[in-house]
């Protein structure tokens, strides 16, 4: 099966709306239509930036695609602070990222957390990127697989395996986010492959061939082609890189290269 390959840029704390703007301005002139049919394209804007960002890709009729950095599980209530998914449907955003190692380290987010995040993001008929990723510490034990694969059955517990089929599941080992430190693409592609694996034998191999795995973790223009020559890796999710829309633009075009 062939999956369109998608490459998220995950911003972070970063860019007011109106650096947001400029931006993804500045990514829509580096793209055109061949680039989009080969590589879906998703930005990941801070919560102030989205509505901003919504009416630019309206307005000029991009094909960039809309995504969020986290949300609430509950409709709506006394959560100070939080956004709901349906909050985030309204805004026309596509993509939601559950379970961040981010949000997971200083935030305390566990994978029963994650797991009600990404079953309220489908409900809301988004799409999850799941994040799923081993600490240096779990890498030295030689626990990668055992680690990735737990994370990925919890956090799709009570997910329908047709559901699984349309997510997005980043792979994202801890060490290599924001450190520079890239997984060598052999072994981002074989833990990969071990995500992909997991999901068939638990969710059936139509689930498993569907399902888009990406790698996340310090991926930059210089690495992207060897990275997305993995069999298994079908796009990446990016931090520090996209939010320099030359480089970013680099890795969304990663066909060219
Ligand atoms: C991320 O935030 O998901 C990430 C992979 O960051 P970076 O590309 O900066 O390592």
Request: glycine share 10%.
């Amino acid at each position: 099966m062939s999956r369109l390959p998608l490459q998220a840029g995950n911003w972070k704390m970063n860019l007011d709306h109106l650096e947001a703007i400029q931006l993804v301005q500045r990514l829509g002139y580096h793209l055109d239509d061949t680039d989009y049919d080969r590589t879906e394209v998703v930005v990941c804007p801070a919560f102030t930036a989205l509505r901003s960002v919504q009416t630019l890709i309206e307005g000029d009729r991009l094909r960039i695609g809309l995504g969020a950095q986290d949300c609430h599980w509950e409709e709506s209530g006394s959560f100070t602070g939080a956004v709901s998914p349906g909050m985030l449907a309204k805004l026309d955003v596509s993509y939601v990222v559950c379970g961040h190692s981010e949000r997971r380290r200083l935030f305390g987010e566990t994978d029963d957390v994650v797991n009600r995040k990404v079953r309220a993001v489908l409900a809301h008929g988004m799409t999850p990127i799941l994040c799923v990723g081993e600490s240096e510490e779990q890498r030295d034990q030689g626990r990668t697989e055992s680690v990735v694969v737990g994370q990925v059955e919890a956090c799709l517990d009570g997910v329908e395996d047709r559901q699984v089929a349309g997510m997005v599941i980043a792979y994202e080992p801890v060490w290599a986010i924001g450190t520079g430190r890239t997984a060598e693409p052999g072994e981002a592609g074989a833990t990969c492959g071990v995500v992909r694996a997991a999901v068939a034998e638990r969710r059936g191999t139509d689930a498993a061939e569907a399902l888009r795995v990406q790698y996340g973790g310090s991926v930059k223009p210089g690495n992207i082609e060897a990275l997305m020559r993995q069999a298994d890796i079908d796009g990446t999710l990016v931090g520090g890189a996209s939010l320099d829309p030359d480089d970013f633009a680099v890795i969304c075009r990663w066909h060219r290269l």
